[in-house]
C-alpha cells in the first residue's frame, strides 16, 4: 500500500476512534481531551500495536527516500500542536495576563526548583548515577501546556485569571527549564572534557534573550502590517491563512533563532493576533478545524507513544517519581500563585495545570539522551513518566475546578466580573 493511502486510512481511524472516545468520555463526565489520549494508547503498543500490522508498518518510496507512516504522523502531530497553542495564544485575555505576570513567573519559579531537587534527590536515592539523576529532575522541570490548554478550553475557563497565569507560567517555565538543562549538559561536557563548555550556557541564554526582544519589539508590528496587506489580496479565509503563515513563521524561529520550543513562538505569535482586530475572524474559522483535525492527531500521538510494558522491574520508583513529577509542580506552582494573592483553592488549579510535561519533555528527554547523559533503560521510563504526567492531567484538572468554583465564583461577584463572557469550547 502507498504512503498516501496509508496516511489516508490511518488519519480516518484516528479520527474516528479518537472522537468516539472522547465523546464516550464526555458522556461519563471525563474530559474530552483524555478519551483522545486513550484513544492513542489503545491503537499503541501497549494494547493493540498498530504498527505491527503490515498495512502500517511498512515505508513507502518517495523522490526522497524512503517514509514511514510513523514519521509522517510524527510530522502532523506537530503540527497539530503549533495550530493548539496558536489557538490557545489568541483566546488568552491579553489584558487580563499582563496582571498576572508576577504570579505565573513565581509559580513558573517554584515549578522548576520542586521537581528539580526532588527528583534528582530521589533518583539518586535509587542508585541512578549523579548525572542521570539530576537529568531525570530536570525533566521534571519541563511543562507542556498543550494538554491544559485544550481542557482549559473544553471546561471554558481559558480566559480567566487562573487560566492566563497557567498559560505565562508554562512559556517561562519552558525558558527556565531550556536553560537548567543546557547547564546539565554544559556540566556534563565540562566534566568529560575540561573547560570551555560554559559558553553553551552563554549562547543559550543570549538567543532566548535576544529572541524575546525582537519578537516582543518586532513581532506586533510585522503582524500589524501583514494584516493591512488582506485587502490586496481578493480571495476567501485570507486572513486565516495570513495568520497560519505567522504561526508557522513564529514557531520556526523560536526553535531555529530562539533555542526555545516551536509551541512557544506558536503561542506568541496567538497572543500578537489576539491583540488585533481580527483575531475573532482568525479564532473562529481556525478553532472547528483545531478541534476536529488536529487537535485530535496530536493527543492520539501522544497516546501511541505509551509503552507500559516497558515499566517491567521500574514499577515502585516510577510510582515514587510521578509522585514528585506530580506534587512537585502542584507544590510548587501553587505556592508562587498563593504568594501572589491567589487562593489556596485557585492556586491548586495553578498547580495542577503545570503538570504535564507532554512534547516539551520529550523534547527535552530526547536533547539529554542525544548529549548521552543518561541510558536506553532510562531514557524509555523518562518518556513514559512524561506521557503518564499528560495522561493524569485533564482529569485531576477537572476535578481541581469543581474545588475551585464555588471560591471562584464568589471572587468573580465581589470583583464585578461574573459577567464576563466564557470561551466557547
Known sequence: MSISLQILLFIALLVLLSKALGGLGGRIGLPVVLGELLAGVVLGPTL????????????????GGPVSLASVMN????????????????????????????????????????????????????GFTWAEAIFIGTILTATSVSITAQT???????????????????????????LVL??????????AHGLGSWTGVAQTVGRIAIFSLAAFWLGPRLIRFLFRQVRHLHG???????????????????????????????????????????????????????????APLFFVSIGLEINARQLTGHYGFFLLILLVAIFGKVLGCGLGSWLNGFTRRDSLVVGVGMIPRGEVGLITASIGYAAGLVSSEVYSLVV??????TLVTPLLLRY???????????????????GVPADQG
Open 48 to 63: 493493540i500495536d498498530v504498527w505491527r500490522f503490515s498495512w502500517f508498518s511498512g515505508t513507502s518510496m518517495v523522490p
Open 75 to 126: 510530522v502532523l502531530a506537530g503540527l497539530g500542536v503549533v495550530v493548539l497553542m496558536f489557538v490557545a495564544g489568541l483566546e488568552t485575555d491579553v489584558d487580563l495576563m499582563k496582571n498576572t505576570v508576577a504570579p505565573a513567573f513565581w509559580s513558573a519559579t517554584g515549578g522548576v526548583i520542586l521537581p528539580l531537587v526532588g527528583g534528582a534527590a530521589l533518583a539518586r536515592a535509587a
Open 152 to 178: 482549559l478550553i473544553n471546561l471554558n475557563r481559558l480566559r480567566s485569571r487562573v487560566g492566563s497565569t497557567i498559560l505565562g507560567a508554562a512559556v517561562i517555565d519552558d525558558v527556565l527549564g531550556l
Open 182 to 191: 543546557s547547564l546539565v549538559i554544559a556540566m556534563e561536557v565540562r566534566s
Open 236 to 294: 476567501t479565509h485570507t486572513t486565516v491563512a495570513i495568520a497560519l503563515v505567522i504561526c508557522f513563521g513564529f514557531a520556526f524561529l523560536s526553535q531555529s533563532l530562539g533555542g526555545m520550543a516551536s509551541i512557544t513562538g506558536a503561542y506568541l505569535a496567538g497572543l500578537f493576533v489576539a491583540a488585533t482586530p481580527f483575531h475573532q475572524e482568525v479564532i473562529d474559522d481556525l478553532r472547528s478545524m483545531c478541534n476536529s483535525f488536529f
Open 384 to 389: 513514559i513518566l512524561v506521557l503518564a504526567t
Open 400 to 418: 481541581s475546578f469543581a474545588l475551585a468554583a464555588p471560591e471562584m465564583e464568589t471572587a468573580l461577584a465581589v470583583s464585578g466580573l461574573d
